[in-house]
């Protein structure tokens, strides 16, 4: 009994992972590697998820992706809390406004998964951001921005808890996230300055769920050249009228 709660996070680190694979799959040792499992250990865990439908492996290249059974269970789930299809016009919108990528981001606990986006019509682009990415809560513009609309004791929780300087850089330190957290509650928007890949800006705005959580957010990525200071305001103004769009229409209003 006292080894099924690490089985089942050893489980749901995997398929995470392999979610987070480009398309054509991750191999058992680069699963592994990202969830700090011995390959033995992977490849087990992997063999009996198969088994069940949640995972399907390749057997040309030994390549693993999420499974049919997923896919069903995802569907049905997907009529509770997937709000991709009612904020696909905000998104096209706020594309074609600025010539900018948008994105949504949805909050899973300490992190932020991307779940849909629109290309902008601008030819230099950021491709740091694309669907299915997971990142940490205070990284990039979605994760900060609904990090900064926590109440301040959840926000000091998280940052006791999690360290995010050696993957993300020194600039990921707790005095740098609290300084862009204070800028956001300032004017309800977030910039992030190249921090995640230089040259690479991002911006976002929060989207609340009925219980007045921040538990989405949109944002805008682009090359460092179209965020100069006198814009910066234009857009996180047209961010947060988008953002509060989608709120207002997620709560029926």
């Known amino acids: 009994m006292d080894e099924r709660p690490q089985v089942i996070r050893r489980v749901g680190a995997l398929l995470r992972a392999v979610a987070a694979a480009p398309g054509g799959g991750a191999s058992t040792s680069d699963l ?9 250990t992977a490849h087990r865990l992997l063999t009996s998820l198969a088994e069940e439908g949640l995972v399907d492996r390749d057997r040309k290249t030994g390549r693993w992706s999420l499974g049919p059974e997923l896919y069903l ?17 905000i998104l096209r919108d706020l594309a074609r406004e600025t010539g900018e990528s948008a ?10 998964v991307c779940v849909a986006s629109e290309e902008g019509s601008f030819p230099l682009r950021s491709h740091v951001l694309h669907v299915g990415l997971r990142l940490p809560l205070g990284v990039a513009s979605a994760g900060l921005v609904i990090l900064s609309h926590l109440p301040d004791r959840e926000i000091t929780e998280y940052l006791d ?15 740098g996230i609290r300084e862009r957290i204070e800028e956001t509650k300032l004017t309800g928007y977030c910039v992030n300055p190249g921090l995640l890949v230089e040259g690479s800006w991002g ?19 682009g090359v460092e050249s179209r965020f100069p200071p006198e814009r910066r305001g234009e857009l996180g103004e047209l961010l947060l009228r988008q953002a509060h769009r989608l709120t207002q229409r997620l709560r029926g209003r």
Not at 161 to 175: K, Q
């Open 203 to 221: 911006m976002g705005a929060a989207v609340f769920d009925a219980g007045e959580q921040p538990a989405w957010a949109l944002s805008l990525t």
């Open 103 to 112: 994105f949504l981001s949805a909050r899973r606990g300490d992190e932020t």
């Open 32 to 40: 592994g590697r990202a969830t700090g499992l011995a390959r033995p």
């Open 73 to 89: 269970l995802g569907s049905q789930a997907a009529e509770r809390y997937d709000i991709t299809e009612r904020a696909r016009d």
């Open 161 to 175: 808890r999690r360290e995010l300087t050696e993957r993300w850089g020194d600039e990921h330190g707790t005095a």
